[in-house]
């Protein structure tokens, strides 16, 4: 059984750059599709980036130019860096893991077996 934990969160201000990392266990990331998943309360959420077990990564359109996804495999964490930092990128933000790659193919749509808890994301103007 798979498990995940985003590291915190935080208050940043717009124009301001924050990096999550996610630990996984139970699994390698170095065979695993993982994800960045975002979703405001109330709101549909959406696929920010994935980056399949071979390091082929994937972000949509909204986040292209200042999020980044990446993975250290040998410490069994992802990462999402975000720079310039916009208002409506306040979220709760997961982290996802699956052993089928068509978790990674399939963003911005979101099909993920693993889930971590959430980390807030506020970004303040």
């Known amino acids: 059984q798979g498990h995940l934990e985003e590291s915190a969160g935080g208050l940043v201000q717009a124009g301001g750059s924050l990096r999550l990392s996610c630990t996984g266990s139970?699994?390698?990331?170095?065979?695993?599709?993982m994800g960045w998943f975002r979703q405001v309360p109330g709101k549909d959420g959406e696929g920010v980036a994935t980056?399949?077990?071979?390091?082929?990564?994937k972000t949509v359109g909204s986040v292209k130019g200042r999020f980044t996804i990446s993975k250290d495999n040998a410490k069994n964490t992802l990462y999402l860096e975000m720079n310039n930092l916009k208002a409506e990128d306040s979220a709760m933000y997961y982290c996802?893991?699956?052993?089928?790659?068509?978790?990674?193919?399939?963003?911005?749509?979101?099909?993920?077996?693993?889930w971590g808890p959430g980390t807030l994301v506020f970004v303040s103007n």
């Open positions: 996802t893991a699956d052993s089928w790659a068509g978790s990674c193919f399939n963003l911005p749509r979101v099909d993920f077996k693993y």
């Open positions: 980056i399949y077990a071979y390091g082929t990564v």
């Open positions: 139970g699994f390698s990331t170095s065979t695993y599709c």
